[in-house]
């Protein structure tokens, strides 16, 4: 396996016009050497799907404030189902109640980071996420 850049897709799924917190993840993650595509907001599950799928990301990270999150994820992870992504690691971010959190990891996604949570932790997470799936980075 040779190594290569891990390739990030940063989107902001549904209404959610707050776009600042995935702009600054996102350049943290190109400066950590990641290669990053910001979809911009206002996204809808299928065109993040098709997104990832063009882009042939490793990583999805969602971002996301609305409180839309449990009706627009599960339809993501089917649109990946569906086109064979079911390797793509998922990561979200914004404002995720305690509640929901336990139901979102069971559907698939690996890190929920919250409001304060460090650009380096998420760039650490990534990276050993990418790691731990044998996508050599």
């Given at each position: 396996m040779t190594t290569r850049t891990i390739r990030v897709l940063?989107?902001?799924p549904g209404l959610d016009?707050?776009?600042?917190?995935?702009?600054v993840v996102a350049r943290a993650l190109r400066d950590a050497g990641m290669e990053v595509i910001y979809t911009g907001i206002r996204q809808t599950p299928e065109m993040?799907?098709?997104?990832?799928l063009q882009e042939d990301v490793d990583v999805i990270g969602?971002?996301?404030l609305s409180g839309a999150h449990m009706e627009l994820f599960p339809r993501i992870f089917e649109g990946l189902k569906?086109?064979?992504m079911d390797n793509v690691i998922i990561v979200a971010g914004g404002i995720i109640p305690e509640h929901d959190r336990q139901?979102?990891?069971?559907m698939?996604?690996?890190?929920?980071?919250?409001?304060?949570?460090?650009t380096q932790q998420i760039g650490e997470f990534i990276r050993n996420a990418v790691a731990e799936k044998g996508m050599k980075a």
């Open positions: 940063v989107a902001k016009g707050h776009d600042r917190g995935a702009k993040i799907v098709e997104a990832a969602l971002s996301i569906k086109h064979g139901t979102l990891e069971e698939g996604v690996k890190a929920l980071f919250g409001p304060g949570t460090s």
